[in-house]
């Protein structure tokens, strides 16, 4: 079974600090997502990456970054968190494939902006 | 713009009876269709997947159909159990793209 494993479940961070969100997966897959889930929103696809050191910004990379340098890990960065950023973010990973395999998703981290 | 819809936020449906869940898109280039189930505090779980040459796929009690023409796909649960109770999202790619666009969820609840 896939295990994608995010290291905080909850988080809570003040205003203006950078916050760390790590994300590792077991499964040697190429590709990697950031999402972020808000009610009646859904889940947006924040950045995502397809190999290593490699970032493609998703639908709303503004205020985030990323980084990747092994391929099991991959980072997503507040640099100056803001109470907008409070939300659910989910981790996926998924293999490159011509099946369209499916992502499979860590169990989320709620963070908190205050 | 979301490209992906769930025009119903939530559905209850009596244990026994069949869920209909649905969902419509906008982006002709997509191609590729799936149904994800979450449960609170954890991450969503894959269900069933349709791809655009297909009109039907089966998997057990869910179904997923797909009527391109109308850029709409419904998820059919039958009979309905009360572990179905969650928030279900639909989800659509374009041409092998490696991201997925997701709608905003239907919170489903089956009721004993």
């Known amino acids: 079974d896939v295990k994608v494993t995010q290291s905080s479940r909850y988080l809570v961070k003040r205003t203006g600090e950078k916050v760390f969100l790590e994300c590792v997966q077991d499964?040697?897959?190429?590709?990697m997502f950031w999402y972020r889930q808000d009610p009646g929103l859904g889940l947006r696809l924040i950045y995502f990456?397809?190999?290593?050191?490699?970032?493609e910004k998703g639908d709303i990379p503004e205020g985030y970054s990323v980084s990747r340098e092994k391929k099991e890990r991959f980072s997503l960065i507040l640099e100056s968190a803001s109470t907008n950023q409070t939300s659910m973010y989910l981790c996926?990973?998924?293999?490159?494939?011509?099946?369209?395999?499916?992502?499979?998703f860590g169990n989320g981290t709620r963070l908190t902006v205050t | 713009d979301q490209q992906v819809k769930q025009n119903s936020p939530s559905l209850s449906v009596q244990e026994g009876r069949i869920s209909i869940l649905n969902c419509d898109y906008t982006?002709?280039?997509?191609?590729?269709f799936l149904w994800y189930k979450k449960y609170p505090a954890e991450g969503p779980t894959f269900l069933i997947s349709?791809?655009?040459?297909?009109d039907k796929n089966e998997d057990g009690r869910f179904t997923v159909f797909l009527n391109k023409s109308a850029k709409h796909l419904s998820l059919h649960i039958v009979p309905s159990q009360p572990g179905d109770s969650a928030v279900y999202f639909c989800?659509?790619?374009?041409?092998?793209?490696?991201?997925?666009?997701f709608g905003t969820g239907t919170r489903l609840t089956i009721i004993p």
């Open positions: 996926a990973s998924r293999a490159w494939d011509r099946d369209n395999s499916p992502l499979h």
């Open positions: 990456s397809y190999d290593v050191k490699m970032k």
């Open positions: 982006n002709s280039m997509f191609d590729y």
């Open positions: 349709i791809s655009s040459i297909k």
């Open positions: 989800a659509a790619s374009a041409n092998l793209d490696e991201k997925l666009t």
């Open positions: 499964m040697d897959h190429e590709n």
